[in-house]
């Protein structure tokens, strides 16, 4: 891994939003991620949790996201 070695890991936020096309639950939080300017692109997962929050996300959002920092946290 990336961060064994002494280098930064990609900002969870960042990792959202470029994903793309993927076919699973993750592609539509990671379209409105794109679409919110006000989404914390060099944020930590949490950080990302509070703006869904702040935003009224259901829970299927939260189990998306809770898929997507598994597959973050994989690289």
Known sequence: ???????AKEPFGAWLIAQKDRGDWIDPIAAAARADRAF??????????????????????????DDAELDWMSF
């Open 1 to 7: 891994m990336l961060a064994e070695y002494g280098q």
């Open 40 to 65: 914390p692109r060099n944020g930590s997962p949490e950080q990302v949790r509070e703006r869904l929050r702040a935003m009224g996300a259901d829970g299927d959002a939260f189990a998306a996201l």
